[in-house]
């Protein structure tokens, strides 16, 4: 027999296996409706898995700290024994939890970057890594108020940031700034761990070496996995006595020093200063669109810097009419700060989460006037463009404003 004559009648019987099979489909399955149960099904598994991995809310209690830097400690964050979180939501690795905080009688969001392991949830825990900012309104009340046994309540995992085998190369370039370090360690665990099938090449710029966030853990990583993990610190200080690493910041000719670029991922973390150098250094690769993943930075700390922000509102204050169901209020707003932050600063209690306009969360409504857009952050669908939805973490007044906002979950 030719093989051109086998494979033509395995094709034929393979078709008619399947024709078969079919005219078997609705017998069989009247046959499964008479052995079912009449018994009413009481439950729902599909749900319960659903509110299980992705929870609108957990209640957390603080169970270590640990000091990492002078200015940065990681938080072990485990259920709450009090309240009904039985156990931590799943997460892929590069993900972020979204802590409501009340700060002086006043309820706000914050993203931050889960820092321990998906394998680590299973084991009841999460870590968070947090560096304390100069004037920051949220950090400076942690490091004063939270202490072991301290109630912390989260939303669920959160974020695109993390690795996808259908889309993402198996060689991961992460360039981290700062606490953008975070995620980083989640994902370099769980490479380890054999929970993520990749490579990790880490370039990592800091302003001092005292900045560096957690030197000796990914120093003992790289040494125990040097077939995984490799890590570069980029310094950009004057003084450098860290041996074995770069001078400057992450340019064009350090990447390809250590790294291919046209095959690999990339995965981007830190202040929105690096994102501004480090996007125009990757544009000279040339690289899809998609091999390119970026972490949501979170508000734009100084509006201003963007040349098309109109500066001649910069010393203004708005008022914003605020429609939330039956409830109408009138409040002050900052031109160069958010309207989240304003209706944070109102106490209204607005549903936020990654406060970077990617996830949607905060979406309201734009009645009248008129409002500057972060074009950084502008993730919004073109049908919410059409009609007027915009971002509150992501918009800034520049006229008096009318809106509709959802109420918080």
Same mark, same amino acid.
């Given at each position: 027999?030719?093989?051109?004559?086998?494979?033509?009648?395995?094709?034929?019987?393979?078709?008619?296996?399947?024709?078969?099979?079919?005219?078997?489909?609705?017998?069989?399955?009247?046959?499964?409706?008479?052995?079912?149960?009449?018994?009413?099904?009481?439950?729902?598994?599909?749900?319960?898995?659903?509110?299980?991995?992705?929870?609108?809310?957990?209640?957390?209690?603080?169970?270590?700290?640990?000091?990492?830097?002078?200015?940065?400690?990681?938080?072990?964050?485990?259920?709450?024994?009090?309240?009904?979180?039985?156990?931590?939501?799943?997460?892929?690795?590069?993900?972020?939890?979204?802590?409501?905080?009340?700060?002086?009688?006043?309820?706000?969001? /914050?993203?931050?970057?889960?820092?321990?392991?998906?394998?680590?949830?299973?084991?009841?825990?999460?870590?968070?890594?947090?560096?304390?900012?100069?004037?920051?309104?949220?950090?400076?009340?942690? $490091?004063?108020? $939270?202490?072991?046994?301290?109630?912390?309540?989260?939303?669920?995992?959160?974020?695109?940031?993390?690795?996808?085998?259908? /889309?993402?190369?198996?060689?991961?370039?992460?360039?981290?700034?700062?606490?953008?370090?975070?995620?980083? /360690?989640?994902?370099?665990?769980?490479?380890?761990?054999?929970?993520?099938?990749?490579?990790?090449?880490?370039?990592?710029?800091?302003?001092?070496?005292?900045?560096?966030?957690?030197?000796?853990?990914?120093?003992?990583?790289?040494?125990?996995?040097?077939?995984?993990?490799?890590?570069?610190?980029?310094?950009?200080?004057?003084?450098?006595?860290?041996?074995?690493?770069?001078?400057?910041?992450?340019?064009?000719?350090?990447?390809?020093?250590?790294? &291919?670029?046209?095959?690999?991922?990339?995965?981007?973390?830190?202040?929105?200063?690096?994102?501004?150098?480090? +996007?125009?250094?990757?544009?000279?690769?040339?690289?899809?669109?998609?091999?390119?993943?970026?972490?949501?930075?979170?508000?734009?700390?100084?509006?201003?810097?963007?040349?098309?922000?109109?500066? +001649?509102?910069?010393?203004?204050?708005?008022?914003?009419?605020?429609?939330?169901?039956?409830?109408?209020?009138?409040?002050?707003?900052?031109?160069?700060?958010?309207?989240?932050?304003?209706?944070?600063?109102?106490?209204?209690?607005?549903?936020?989460?990654?406060?970077?306009?990617?996830?949607?969360?905060?979406?309201?409504?734009?009645?009248?006037?008129?409002?500057?857009?972060?074009?950084?952050? &502008? $993730?919004?669908?073109?049908?919410?463009?059409?009609?007027?939805?915009?971002?509150?973490?992501?918009?800034?007044?520049?006229?008096?404003?009318?809106?509709?906002?959802?109420?918080?979950?």
């Amino acid at each position: 027999m030719s093989e051109e004559k086998e494979k033509l009648d395995i094709t034929i019987k393979s078709n008619t296996r399947d024709l078969f099979a079919f005219t078997k489909l609705v017998p069989n399955r009247k046959k499964r409706f008479e052995r079912a149960s009449s018994e009413p099904i009481t439950g729902d598994p599909m749900n319960e898995l659903v509110v299980r991995l992705h929870p609108i809310r957990q209640y957390l209690v603080i169970k270590e700290i640990k000091d990492e830097t002078k200015s940065t400690k990681t938080f072990k964050l485990v259920p709450d024994p009090d309240l009904n979180t039985k156990k931590l939501a799943y997460f892929r690795a590069g993900q972020y939890l979204s802590l409501k905080v009340q700060v002086n009688g006043v309820l706000i969001t /914050r993203p931050y970057s889960i820092s321990s392991t998906p394998s680590e949830a299973l084991k009841g825990y999460y870590e968070i890594t947090i560096r304390k900012e100069e004037h920051g309104f949220l950090t400076e009340f942690i $490091w004063d108020n $939270w202490k072991i046994g301290t109630k912390v309540e989260s939303s669920g995992p959160e974020g695109y940031f993390f690795f996808e085998p259908l /889309r993402d190369l198996k060689q991961i370039v992460g360039i981290a700034g700062g606490s953008g370090i975070t995620p980083f /360690r989640s994902i370099a665990k769980a490479i380890i761990d054999g929970t993520i099938d990749a490579r990790l090449t880490l370039l990592y710029g800091s302003s001092e070496e005292d900045d560096i966030i957690y030197y000796h853990e990914f120093k003992e990583m790289e040494r125990n996995n040097p077939t995984k993990i490799k890590i570069v610190y980029v310094l950009s200080c004057d003084f450098v006595a860290l041996e074995e690493c770069e001078k400057g910041f992450i340019t064009k000719e350090i990447i390809e020093k250590y790294c &291919d670029a046209n095959s690999s991922t990339f995965f981007v973390c830190g202040p929105q200063i690096m994102y501004n150098f480090v +996007e125009k250094e990757l544009e000279k690769f040339n690289l899809p669109v998609k091999r390119i993943r970026r972490e949501a930075f979170g508000e734009v700390k100084d509006i201003l810097t963007h040349p098309e922000f109109p500066k +001649e509102v910069a010393e203004k204050i708005f008022k914003i009419k605020i429609n939330i169901g039956d409830l109408a209020k009138e409040i002050p707003a900052i031109a160069t700060e958010s309207v989240l932050v304003a209706l944070e600063r109102a106490n209204l209690n607005p549903p936020s989460k990654c406060r970077s306009g990617e996830c949607g969360f905060c979406r309201s409504l734009l009645i009248d006037g008129k409002i500057y857009i972060n074009p950084v952050s &502008d $993730w919004r669908k073109s049908g919410d463009k059409r009609f007027n939805y915009f971002h509150p973490c992501a918009s800034y007044p520049i006229t008096d404003l009318e809106i509709i906002i959802p109420r918080a979950l």
